[in-house]
């Protein structure tokens, strides 16, 4: 019986080290060596485009730079045409960003081309001490192939 549980608690383990593998080689590069920066005033991003295929994924880090504690992070990446079209998107959700977190997006059919345009939402909440809290988000928008900011909005 206790070799059972050993054998099933051994393979959980190893299931989920593949699964870390990416997460573990964002984190163990420092920001910097990461292609695309961009600061807004509640977090900085940090993150690499890789393409496959006809998907994209972005990887990175995002770290928040303001407030004490921020939970329930979803982070909508989409990629627009020369037009402003939506083209394709991709989300990924965090349990909260007290530091530094590595982040992963897959977009389905997400191809970067000249005058593509990646815009970023961040929507989270915030623990301020109150009894809900309170909701926010930011955004912004770079060009997709030399990741210069387009366009920042305001925190809402």
Request: proline share 1%; net charge neutral.
């Amino acid at each position: 019986m206790c070799f059972h549980v050993a054998r099933l608690i051994l393979i959980g383990v190893i299931t989920s080290l593949t699964a870390c593998a990416s997460f573990k080689y964002i984190m163990d590069t420092p920001d910097s060596q990461l292609t695309f920066h961009h600061t807004t005033l509640e977090f900085k991003v940090a993150w690499n485009t890789i393409q496959t295929g006809n998907d994209m994924v972005i990887e990175g880090l995002i770290t928040n730079v303001r407030n004490i504690q921020v939970k329930s992070v979803e982070m909508n990446v989409m990629v627009l045409d020369a037009n402003e079209r939506h083209l394709s998107e991709g989300t990924v959700l965090l349990d909260h960003i007290n530091g530094t977190v590595p982040f992963s997006v897959k977009i389905k059919d997400g191809v970067i081309a000249k005058g593509s345009v990646l815009k970023f939402i961040v929507s989270y909440h915030i623990n301020d001490g109150s009894w809900y809290g309170r909701s926010g988000q930011s955004s912004f928008k770079v060009d997709a192939v030399t990741g210069v900011a387009i366009e920042e909005q305001k925190v809402k």
